[in-house]
């Protein structure tokens, strides 16, 4: 007598499979654009020093440049990731590509400072927007097995633009020094465009890929009762014929989406551990991050007077920097499924702690010495390298894997726009702070903000390594009722 197999459902199929050639496209697109956010988010601080000379920007007018983007970012991923799960990712994907073409080029051609805020904040509403879109095309299509690894895989990519930003840099400041006898007047005005139009260079290659892949997921289709278009779209996905019915498949949600399902019973847990740690974690991200060039040159370069010689020594540091940046996620990417996200969270939020304290002792030794530039060097990389191992990809990943399919984006988009609230605090206000406490205080501030972050992650944890997403939700959902439970008197209770 031959056995009967049961039909399978999506989610078995799919963590049945190998990874495909759809697979790999849209990985690719998703790390693309992410590559483009590390790029525009960090090249503005090697071209600030230029910004404020050719266009005589004041304190506040610099900050507001530095924070533009960011603030874009937090409105895009707010806004944009409901329309997503309202709309479908494929839409939504080509209205995010349009966006960023045109928001690069507007930057690099700026005419005053108004008009760079303008674009940068347009710019930051694109990426905004992608933070949603590609940790839930990359979650929702590729195997258990294999999605923390390609989830973080493709977030290392901000580090890879990071590092392309900083390099940038240091070209185009060699490049005036080589080909004008008297460079300095000259690259006020024009360098910062250079740097910028590299990005415009980018972001028209990365649309090339992202029109080429024209998939929506199959579970969106799924969460909608639309079995006849997600059985097409994982056919595509999948490399075969697969036909999808409801028998198989977990009934159509009938939740709203909307920002407030996500603080019901069900999802708050989900949220809090989603927005609380990465928007603790941007605070210090975005702080040292984008002004990384003048903290190496404030407390390593402190002796150089050459403007152009000071620029490029600290876009030079900020290259270096960024290496362990890369270094720090591969290690995420080699060890997530071993030790799982939450342990990688906690250990990174630590370790960054460590290296900001190192960079608060810098200011305790001499100035221009070897140990100082030693603390500060050794800070940022340890800063770095914990950052990127731990919470900078598990923050992202977690944000994609905690929630349903029918909020997957709004989740995601509320949590990477929370955080983005940390991070204009990070551009803006810590610059002021620091002007006026001085920056070894508040350094040590930032390394108590990162334990903080460590103990909400121990506290509200969810391990999703091995789970399957359904499974994920499963488990949320039994916690709650469990809650429930205990909450309400037994027979044998007094009332």
Known sequence: MTATIPPQSFEQRLDNAGLTRAMGLLWLLSAGLIALDGFDFFVIGVAIPFLKRDFGLDAATLGAVATAAVVGSLVGSITLGP?????????????????????????????????LIAFRFLVGVAIGADYPISVAYITENVPARYRGRLVIGAFTFQAVGAMLGALTGVAVITLFQVIYPDPEPLAVQYAWRWMLGVGVVLAIAVAAV????????????????????????????????????????????????????????????????????????????????????????????????????????????????????????????????????????????????????????????????????GLVLAGFLVFNLMMNAGPNATTFLLSGEVFPTHLRATGAGFAASFAKAGAVLGTFVLPVIAKSWGIPPLLVGLAAICVLAALITHRFRIETTGQSLEAVQDWERSQVASSASLSVPSPHQGG
């Open 83 to 115: 329309i997503t799960d309202k709309v479908g990712r494929k839409p939504m994907l080509i209205v995010d590509v349009v966006l960023f073409v045109v928001a690069t080029a507007g930057t690099a051609l700026a005419w005053n400072a108004a008009s």
């Open 210 to 373: 992202r029109l080429s892949v024209q998939l929506e997921s199959p579970r969106y289709h799924i969460s909608r009762g639309e079995y006849a278009e997600a059985s097409e779209a994982a056919s595509q996905l999948l490399g075969e014929t697969i036909t999808i019915t409801a028998e198989e498949e977990p009934p159509p949600e009938t939740e709203p989406v909307a920002l407030s399902t996500l603080f019901t019973p069900t999802h708050r847990r989900s949220t809090l551990l989603a927005s609380l740690p990465w928007f603790l974690q941007d605070i210090a991200t975005y702080g040292i991050g984008i002004f990384t060039p003048v903290i190496i040159a404030k407390l390593a370069l402190s002796t150089e007077t050459n403007f152009l010689v000071r620029e490029i020594k600290s876009a030079q540091g900020a290259a270096l920097v960024d290496v362990f940046l890369i270094v720090g996620f591969l290690c995420a990417v080699a060890l997530v499924e071993r030790w799982g996200r939450m342990r990688l969270q906690i250990l990174g939020f630590l370790g960054m702690a460590v290296g900001l304290l190192l960079l608060a002792t810098s200011g305790l030794v001499s100035a221009g010495s070897g140990a100082e530039t």
